[in-house]
């Protein structure tokens, strides 16, 4: 054979062959048991009918024997294969001499165990085998022609079947040898499948994008640790891509029955990040499953936003420093001109030159405020007492009623953040909410909330909801509906966020509009 018997590993077809081989033996025994329920006129046993019914049952008892052991495959197989053959050899033999010995034809039966010898690895233990079976009927036959009435015929009897135990087991041998081989072949290609399938889980856990494979029904079969990270879902085998992310599960199966799906990404996770899909068919067919890649845009966008900005960085703060002198030349200007007695038309102009003096301003500082995101003092602010006080300056500062902005907060709650950038965020979320909403009390909830060691601030208002296609350029920098806005307060209100440790994003929801500030609490950023 390829392998020495030592290192021959062999496949569970061979050692089905051996339980096969003892259910033979098993039902032969039970045979040999019931034959004297039939009286004395049987040709099995006649011999010595006592001794053939021990014989049954200790072949009974072998039998079971043998079972338990190929249970828990021990010893090894060449070597129960050798101890199954003998066993059937002896006790064969001896029934066939207790019958009345070559002309009971139960040597015919010693053909099984011959056959199941060709599984041997070692031909001369294989040639052995046969050999043995060979000289145990030329055994039994010498004895028939000493202590009984044996003919001389019963020698040619015993020898064709002595060939037969040769030809039988050689037969055997080509057949398990190919089958062997095969097995080998197949142990081998089992193991390159199983490496190649670790190398790509390998590969699929190291990609920075998130990747999930689903089958035709829909359940995760495969994915990696980013896509959890990106779903905020613990993944399970065979989990429900709509457990997961109902959004997505909807992207998936419109692209089942469509083949396509819209670029726009989908909320996920908790901070309902923007997360957009892509599906790539496993088979032939959109049926029978896909590869899901996941990518997270709002890191994507920032990093554009970020190359966008980097040239335009150092000369806008440049044009700003430039820009603000003239610009309080022209605002003081303007207010002596307004102190001297005018026209009506004088006013108005007077009037045109501070508004707009007063909005370059506003522009110059938000360009300015750029610069100064890494100069922050983050500290522990006790977010209930934070949020009452900046509400109370807020309305006085905005002429807002009173009730129109609700709070929650827990007492507990804090965080840790630099207390202006905080103030500088929530202002501009504030006013952008009351900008939107319907005015009424109530229409702008504050709301604080906790969750794994992570402080959520939420400003919601009852407004129109923000559009998909509005939802990817919010934080962009320079874009507003505003003809009086700047442009930048979102963007800043983020990157001061980032600079903290925490995050600003929008939550898209069916009614009204969200955004959310996170930050690390307090007791876990010390």
């Not at 040999?32 to 009918?49: C, D, K, R, T």
């Not at 109530?442 to 400003?459: F, K, M, N, P, T």
């Not at 296609?469 to 700047?486: I, K, V, W």
Request: hydrophobic share 45%; proline share 4%.
């Amino acid at each position: 054979m390829a392998a020495s018997p030592a290192q021959a590993e062999y496949p569970d077809s061979f050692w089905r062959s051996l339980h096969h081989l003892n259910r033979f033996r098993g039902f032969l025994a039970l045979l040999f048991l019931l034959v004297p329920l039939y009286g004395e006129s049987h040709l099995l046993g006649q011999a010595n009918p006592r001794l053939f019914l021990v014989a049954g049952i200790l072949y009974a008892a072998v039998a079971w024997l043998f079972g338990r052991l190929l249970r828990i495959r021990r010893p090894a197989f060449s070597r129960h294969l050798v101890l199954h053959v003998a066993t059937d050899v002896g006790f064969l033999t001896g029934v066939m001499a207790l019958s009345g010995g070559n002309a009971s034809g139960i040597g015919l039966l010693l053909i099984v165990p011959m056959a199941a010898a060709g599984l041997h690895p070692q031909l001369r233990m294989q040639l052995f085998m046969a050999a043995l079976g060979t000289l145990a009927v030329l055994v039994e036959q010498t004895l028939q022609m000493l202590w009984w009435d044996g003919t001389p015929a019963g020698f040619m009897r015993a020898g064709l079947l002595a060939g037969g135990f040769f030809t039988v087991s050689g037969f055997s041998r080509v057949l398990g040898k190919s089958t062997l081989s095969s097995a080998q072949l197949a142990g081998e290609k089992a193991a390159q499948a199983e490496s190649l399938a670790k190398v790509n889980a390998r590969v699929i856990q190291e990609l920075q994008d998130g990747v999930l494979v689903v089958d035709g029904q829909g359940r995760v079969i495969q994915h990696n640790q980013r896509a959890e990270a990106l779903l905020s879902c613990r993944v399970f085998l065979n989990a429900s891509l709509a457990h997961c992310a109902p959004a997505l599960d909807g992207l998936w199966r419109d692209w089942r029955a469509r083949g396509t799906v819209p670029d726009t990404p989908f909320a996920a996770g908790r901070d309902g990040h923007r997360v957009r899909a892509r599906f790539s068919e496993l088979e032939p067919t959109r049926a029978a499953g896909a590869v899901i890649l996941l990518q997270d845009m709002t890191e994507l966008e920032r990093e554009a936003q970020n190359l966008k900005l980097a040239s335009l960085g150092r000369l806008t703060a440049n044009l700003a420093h430039e820009i603000r002198n003239p610009l309080a030349a022209i605002h003081q200007a303007a207010a002596l001109l307004g102190e001297e007695p005018s026209t009506p038309t004088m006013a108005r102009l007077t009037r045109i030159i501070d508004d707009n003096t007063r909005r370059l301003n506003g522009l110059v500082e938000d360009v300015l405020s750029l610069n100064r995101r890494d100069r922050m003092q983050p500290e522990a602010i006790a977010v209930a007492d934070f949020l009452r006080d900046f509400v109370t300056q807020f309305e006085q500062a905005e002429r807002i009623p009173a009730g129109v902005i609700t709070l929650t907060a827990p007492e507990q709650l804090r965080i840790r953040f630099d207390r202006l950038h905080l103030g500088q965020i929530l202002w501009n979320l504030i006013r952008n909410a009351w900008r939107h909403c319907t005015r009424h009390p109530g229409s702008i909830q504050l709301r604080a909330i906790a969750d794994d060691g992570r402080a959520h601030i939420e400003v919601f208002n009852n407004g129109e909801p923000i559009s998909r296609e509005m939802q990817q350029r919010l934080f962009e920098p320079f874009h507003t509906t505003d003809t009086r806005g700047t442009g930048l307060g979102l963007y800043i209100a983020r990157e001061l966020a980032d600079a903290n440790g925490g995050s600003l994003r929008y939550v898209d929801q069916t009614g009204g509009a969200m955004f959310r500030v996170s930050a690390m609490e307090a007791s876990e950023a010390a």
